[in-house]
């Protein structure tokens, strides 16, 4: 089980918007930034948002990134066949010592 | 252009062992912690263990606490982990990312696949 909660699916049609939630506690995505992962089919996890809202280069300004107390969302416009993938929270957890993901949630573009 | 390059991976045994590597390139690999993830197959992202920069300190999942040791040479821009006492449950693909300050996994190496089983 994950230590932080994730959907574990979401759909929406091309050029929709749709928002993925991640909930967790105080020792994690309420004391810090959370991160999302995104990872085609076959293929290894890549960065999507750092520090709640940050776009590493190269990631459309499509997705983005907010966080309010113990929870967090991605969003993503103008959803594209391409964007078909699994995505993952994560977070620092202050007690643990360790990131902790949330358990992924399969995106599919209808 | 960073790039991380898992190897070792195989078919193992239950209570056999293995050493993955990752070598790193196109990054002071010296100023990074990093950090290895599994994924067992048809499921989600696990956490495994990290190192700091200068190796001198070292976490793990309490799933293989005892049975993983992970290491890194700066001279050789590599990171390892010594699996130990496999079990079924440690088939995965196993993922070496460098870890950033803020916690997150900045950059990720293609994986290698681990398979226990008798």
Redesign the interface.
């Known amino acids: 089980q ?1 230590v932080l909660t994730q959907p574990p699916s979401a759909s929406g049609t091309p050029g929709q918007r749709v928002t993925i939630s991640c909930f967790g506690g105080s020792s994690d995505i309420g004391g ?2 959370v ?1 999302w ?1 995104q990872q085609l089919p076959g ?5 999507l948002i ?2 709640n809202t940050q776009r ?1 280069s190269g990631v459309p300004d499509r997705f983005s990134g907010s966080k309010s107390g113990t929870s967090a969302s991605l969003a993503i416009s103008g959803l594209q066949s391409e964007d078909e993938a ?1 995505y ?1 929270c ?3 957890d202050d007690s643990l ?8 949630t399969k995106l599919t573009v209808l | 252009q960073v790039q991380l390059v898992e190897s070792g991976g195989g078919l193992v045994k239950p209570g056999g062992s293995l050493r993955l590597s990752c070598a790193a390139s196109g990054l002071t690999f010296s100023d990074y912690y990093m950090s290895w993830i599994r994924q067992a197959p048809g499921k989600g992202l696990e956490w495994v263990s990290y190192i700091s920069s200068s190796g001198d300190y070292i976490n793990y999942a309490d799933s293989v606490k005892g049975r993983f040791t992970i290491s890194r040479d700066n001279a050789k821009n590599s990171v390892y982990l010594q699996i130990n006492s496999l079990r079924a449950e440690d088939t995965a693909v196993y993922y070496c990312a460098s870890l950033g300050r803020t916690g997150d996994l900045d950059y990720w190496g293609q994986g290698t696949l681990v398979t226990v089983s008798s």
Do not use: E, R
Not at chain 1, 97 to 104: A, R, T
């Open positions: 994950s810090n930034p991160n992962y293929t290894a996890p890549k960065l750092y520090l590493p699994d993952y994560a977070a620092w010592n360790v990131v902790v993901f949330g358990g992924g």
